[in-house]
T-cell receptor, first 113, second 110 residues
Framework: DTGVSQNPRHKITKRGQNVTFRCDPI?????LYWYRQTLGQGPEFLTY????????KSRLLSDRFSAERPKGSFSTLEIQRTEQGDSAMYLC???????????FGQGTRLTVV | SQQGEEDPQALSIQEGENATMNCSYK?????LQWYRQNSGRGLVHLIL?????REKHSGRLRVTLDTSKKSSSLLITASRAADTASYFC??????????FGTGTSLTVIP
């Protein structure tokens, strides 16, 4: 499968624990995006990378959130000290360039209990 | 705040009918994309229309863009039960991020 791959698909964690999600973009895509989606809402932008550089971060991305894309390939999104409000679907997307289609992975559904 | 707003929020039609959903946005864009999302799943890219384009077709899909009105429409012709999903428009302003609306929930009744 050459699409965007996200792992894990589901994660249940206790409040206060740290979690990390992984995204493997389409191999020739230099742009990678993270979005968060809650029930009944559209995806909300969190951050984006061009190659290994994190070029933009949303104000939604509190200091408990950190994203990396070492070597410009896969990316990780870590949430520290999770809160119940972090429960959502976390979506990763990649694109070839500025005006290209963005392709999304299946998402990681996080439930904080 | 989200850039795009889809209208209507929910739409229910009979199989075989056409479905039209609209998207309005607030600022000038580079391009606009339409996505489909089945319940609890990821987003599937449907079509991209650039700011200098007015209409685009892909199979049973027709997308229009009116930059003077800051609006776009997605027409699905000859709908099928499998078209039941939520549909989102996403606008790219600088190209660095995509802003999504809250979506239109389409139900196609067999």
């Amino acid at each position: 499968d050459t699409g965007v791959s996200q792992n894990p698909r589901h994660k249940i964690t206790k409040r206060g624990q740290n979690v990390t999600f992984r995204c493997d973009p389409i191999s020739e895509h230099n742009r990678l995006y993270w979005y968060r989606q809650t029930l009944g809402q559209g995806p909300e932008f969190l951050t984006y990378f061009q190659n290994e550089a994190q070029l933009e971060k949303s104000r939604l991305l509190s200091d408990r959130f950190s994203a990396e894309r070492p070597k410009g390939s896969f990316s990780t999104l870590e949430i520290q000290r999770t809160e119940q409000g972090d429960s959502a679907m976390y979506l990763c997307a990649s694109s070839r360039g500025q005006v290209s289609e963005a392709f999304f992975g299946q998402g990681t559904r996080l439930t904080v209990v | 705040s989200q850039q795009g707003e889809e209208d209507p929020q929910a739409l229910s039609i009979q199989e075989g009918e056409n479905a039209t959903m609209n998207c309005s946005y607030k600022t000038s864009i580079n391009n606009l994309q339409w996505y489909r999302q089945n319940s609890g799943r990821g987003l599937v890219h449907l079509i991209l229309i650039r700011s200098n384009e007015r209409e685009k077709h892909s199979g049973r899909l027709r997308v229009t863009l009116d930059t003077s009105k800051k609006s776009s429409s997605l027409l699905i012709t000859a709908s099928r039960a499998a078209d039941t999903a939520s549909y989102f428009c996403a606008t790219a302003i600088t190209g660095n991020q995509f802003y999504f609306g809250t979506g239109t929930s389409l139900t196609v009744i067999p």
